[in-house]
């Protein structure tokens, strides 16, 4: 048989829109583009966009205002009842051998469908529930909704595919998932063509030593706990420079040696090159964040040989290891131990 016998006509479902590469930190659309390339055709089903959803948001601005809780509205039944007319719509005479859904267990729970359905996440609802801050402080009914849906999904993907142990384990635990289907295959860096291995083999430290922080959210990610190690650092006699990628931190915190680029967009040839470069020349990816599935950032330092220094929380332990492509501190740790931890790094060329 040829490569074309083979291939599987494949239907691609997500309210995501899988053409953005900003959807899901770029991994709808590296996914997308891997799937066409070594496994099949793909038929779009979505991004999906219902007008309950705009009726949803409107209810979670009220609930917000009234009664000071969140509602999550892309995970109701009406808006699952939603995805699923619209999917089975467009599925009606499509050849399907498979449906992949990314970061779409809503999208899935309440379709009905003869077809083998692979879903792919980087987490469970019940991890997420109280440690994202978007996930916190919900209503009763959205806790519920949610949890339910998550359960539906579950029980009806013929593959789980999970970007970590983590959430793998909460797949079967928490929603007592068959075992069987449930595989484990990390994410990896979305760049369109990966740094060649010289550029990681030369990594050598710097006679100042460069920190990149890469992240939206200054305060999940642990931007205070950054600035904190950027001080300490110096504090130490050891001469640092902190530079920020993705957002503009709080007025209050200002340094002479940081550098800011709100945003960079990997779309433009510039911009792409530019944080290409912060990868090749930084020394370290400092990144001490709260509340993380599967940071992207890390599998893209890592295709640099850029060590990786952050927390051990969620699903971080899925994409570092310590000693090998980086090290992670205790969700506890402050900036003091991130520099001690640095400085002893820094200091010893042979294990840097």
Known sequence: ???QDTRLNIAFLTSLDPRNRRSWSG??????????????????IGPIHPIEE?????????????????YRYYSSFAIARNYAKFATKELQGLLVD?????????????????????????????LLHNYYPQYS?????????SHTLQRLAVQKASLLIYSSEWAARSAIEMYHADERKVHVIPFGANFDAPPPPEIAAKKKKTDRCKLLFVGVDWRRKGGDIAFETLVKLEEMGIRA????????????????HMEVFPFLDKRDVVQRKKLENLFETSNFMLLPTRSDCTPIVFCEASSYGLPVITTSTGGVPGTVSDGENGFMLPIEARGEAYAELIAKIYSNEQCY
């Open 137 to 145: 402080n919900l209503l009763k009914r959205s806790v519920s909704q």
């Open 27 to 44: 991994t709808v659309y590296y996914i997308a583009r891997s799937l066409q390339k070594h496994c099949g055709e793909l038929s779009y």
């Open 54 to 70: 705009l009726v949803g948001k409107l209810l979670h601005k009220s609930t917000q205002i009234i009664l000071k809780k969140n």
């Open 241 to 256: 420079e902190l530079t920020v990628c993705g957002c503009i931190p709080p007025k209050e915190f200002s340094h002479q």
């Open 98 to 126: 498979v449906i992949v859904a990314p970061s779409a267990g809503v999208e899935i729970s309440l379709l009905e469908s003869d077809i083998p359905i692979v879903l792919i996440e980087d987490a469970t609802f019940g």
């Open 1 to 3: 048989m040829g490569e």
